[in-house]
């Protein structure tokens, strides 16, 4: 199963092209990168959520409008942009792919700091199919 593959059945019946997964890891990146992200989840008040992201438990899904919250629309608005994905598609996208990445980039329950984000979104992506 090649990556485009394993992203589509990660995301489910959202088909995410590779050049996708990078753009939403550079996006995540200028957001601050992982300790960046969590930051704005908890001053969002959405301390619980990104927290079990971070633990070694399941992870608590987050939806749209948390998303958009969380990231407000300008941007959200720069990341469809560059997709050509609308903002509610794009926002989709983010609110499928951050819990793994986010978790996927904190094991043990520590936040690697300098974390390449495509590898380990690619990495997250091969331990779920083919673990």
Do not use: Y
Not at 30 to 43: C, D, H
Not at 75 to 85: E, F, N, R, S, W
Request: aromatic content about 4%.
């Amino acid at each position: 199963m090649g990556l485009s593959e394993l992203i589509k059945s990660f995301t489910g019946s959202q088909a995410v092209s590779e050049e996708h997964l990078h753009d939403v890891m550079s996006w995540v990146e200028s957001q601050g990168g992982i300790p960046g992200v969590i930051e704005k989840f908890r001053e969002s008040g959405l301390s619980d959520v990104v927290a079990s992201w971070i633990s070694k438990g399941n992870n608590l899904p987050v939806s749209v409008n948390q998303i958009i919250t969380v990231f407000g629309t300008p941007a959200l608005q720069t990341l469809a942009d560059k997709t050509g994905i609308d903002l509610q598609g794009v926002s989709s996208l983010v609110a499928t792919l951050l819990p793994g990445i986010v978790d996927h980039c904190s094991p043990e329950g520590e936040v690697q700091t300098k974390t390449d984000l495509l590898t380990a979104g690619i990495n997250l992506l091969k331990s779920k199919f083919l673990s």
